[in-house]
DNA sequence: ACCAATTTTTCAATCGATTGAAAAATTTTT
DNA sequence: AAAAATTTTTCAATCGATTGAAAAATTGGT
């Protein structure tokens, strides 16, 4: 046990030949012949050589490695985008270091402070509901760190974004609505410092304003991300003496809170309440019943967004111009049953 | 933009002095002065310096990391261990590396080659279903690195282990079920070559039969993890002239593909129907009825698999001889909707 | 067989940080 | 003030791999 590890050194030694010789048969130089190179590769084979990517990073000067950064890995929406990032960085010889904010900043910042340390090329971000202020990722960028922010992003910061069309996609999920026949939505929202929440609201307030129908204050409720909270402003809106008909969140933990608040008041959904949620989490299918949500597509931003960085790299090397870009990915509705009110049946249009 | 990242050279050229000075100073080392420490590291925030991980470690020869490769991230059995896996490392100063395997026996072993690349100092494995043979963790202990077994084991490979009372908490189950009055119990399994499906059919079918009920072949099915391959078995019993009246499955996406064949044939449960799966996923509280799950404490498993790397560490640092043992963290059965009968309420024992 | 051209192989520097030994500077002792 | 003891600082090797330049060996032409 705990044996050594295998190096060049070792490998040259025991062929008699020299160490950077070894270095050039394993890469694969021209200056090698076929016969040198097999046998060196052999070798290599049958002693179990790997290479030290630590002493290949050091002399490179990068890791060839982006590190993603996102609240948590164990919702769908983040592990699918993950997933998307992930095959675009294999395609490309690139690995992935994944780290958690878990909505804090200061997780967030230690993050950053390792991926600096691990020396990764690119960030692929998804900002953290505590993060305020885009100065650590500026860090990121004045240490020559590509940073690529994905749905949750600040938008001051000069970086490329991968983002939905999110006030264009909660007007439709409005108007979806009101041509359910639901005419007192309410909307439950998350912290307004992040550019995403603000967007889905102003798509709310927009459409209902052009829609001709009143905003109700007391409907609207901004920095309520989880369940409990949704659950709670719901058991209280849903007792009142006019209750919403419809709630519009701008989460699927959040949709769930409202659910659960109308399961337990007796409260029939769809027929007396419609509910929308955002991000097609995997757990809205299997409710009962199951929750409309918006999707965003998760996979694709994250192939998108591991993208921008080689697009960008190649366009570097040529020396060619790179104009910052925000790109949009259009998100869809999923209409599911927790929305299906009879105008919404087949033939009723 | 893509500016040079700060070295120790540059604050020693900045400051006029060694740069082996520079590197005391920061590390605390005891012959430098209290004054110049202060001075560095004044002008090492300043600068905004990072240092190299990459150069670090390759003159250390430890990473100080820990692998982790388990097969999805986005179970929250997986994730719920990788967040006990990571407040153990962080409090010992440890990073992390998390890899995926997808249950595909090929990833699990670029993910084991990436992490010997990586110089990590141990791997902590919960195995693909797709791993038949435990060589390319053999190949880890070839290259020093300790490896950690978790949950998904091989018995034959000789390391730490951290797993379930699987056997016995099976045969709770069961017996759960006869005490509630369900007795014809099907059975839907996992491959047979990972232990913990063998013990958990181990477990249902010594219960059974201590119980007195007979062992019905067409109840039993093995190697079926999907929720599809579970839903169809449940489809095809439940049309049966004598069908089952309780399911025990090695998961919770199985119990969830039960539950929803019984709902598509009108099977009531927990009435005619029981059903209690394994692992204590998210999503088993917020189905109709609620889906009883075995659950396997995953986040001290992880600790305890973390633990016994650091533990193991200390150990052979003092010279001690390191036994190799298995863990076994208690399972506990979470009774919730799908299981209980009237047997079960209250003061009915 | 000799010189040139080509192929094969080695040398030495480099990436950034650490560390024990050696050297230089300072303080204490006599 | 010289010698000894102590503190401060630098030197040089090291970790493992890569790479351009230089050297050595081989091949070809005449």
Redesign the pocket.
């Known amino acids: 046990m705990s044996n050594?590890?295998v190096?060049?050194?070792d490998l040259a030694r025991e062929m008699g030949?020299?160490?950077?010789?070894i270095?050039?048969a394993?890469?694969g130089h021209p200056?090698?012949?076929e016969r040198?190179k097999n046998a060196v590769r052999k070798l290599a084979e049958e002693r179990n050589?790997k290479?030290?990517s630590q002493?290949?990073n050091?002399?490179?000067?990068s890791a060839r490695t982006i590190g993603v950064i996102v609240p948590q890995i164990d919702k769908s929406f983040f592990s699918e985008a993950i997933a998307g990032i992930e095959e675009v960085c294999s395609e490309n010889g690139f690995s992935l270091i994944i780290c958690q904010s878990h909505d804090s900043y200061e997780k967030e910042c230690e993050a950053v402070s390792t991926l600096i340390h691990q020396n990764v090329d690119c960030v692929i971000i998804s900002i953290s509901a505590g993060t305020h202020s885009p100065d650590h990722l500026r860090n990121l960028q004045a240490n020559g760190i590509e940073v690529i922010q994905f749905d949750r992003y600040i938008d001051e910061l000069d970086s490329f974004k991968v983002i939905s069309n999110d006030e264009e996609v909660s007007g439709d999920v409005v108007k979806d609505f009101i041509r359910k026949g639901y005419n007192r939505i309410a909307f439950i929202g998350g912290p307004e410092h992040l550019t995403i929440f603000r967007l889905r609201k102003k798509g709310y307030l927009k459409t209902l304003k052009e829609a001709g129908l009143p905003i109700l204050k007391r409907f609207v409720f901004d920095d309520s991300l989880s369940k409990e909270q949704a659950s709670a402003i719901a058991a209280n809106l849903l007792t009142l003496e006019n209750p919403p008909d419809a709630f519009f969140t701008v989460s699927d933990e959040q949709a769930l809170g409202v659910l659960q608040a109308a399961r337990a008041l007796g409260v029939r959904v769809p027929e007396d309440l419609g509910i929308v949620g955002f991000a097609n989490e995997s757990f809205t299918g299997i409710v009962s019943p199951t929750l409309s949500s918006v999707d965003q597509k998760s996979k694709e931003m994250g192939k998108r967004a591991a993208n921008l960085y080689f697009e960008s790299m190649t366009v570097k090397q040529r020396g060619g111009p790179v104009s910052v870009k925000k790109d949009i990915i259009k998100a869809k509705i999923i209409s599911r049953e927790s929305s299906r009110r009879d105008a919404d049946k087949p033939g009723s249009l």
Chains 1, 2 share one sequence.
């Open positions: 050594k590890r190096t060049i050194y030949i020299s160490v950077s010789y270095s050039k394993l890469n200056a090698v012949s040198v050589y290479h030290n002493a290949v050091l002399r490179r000067g």
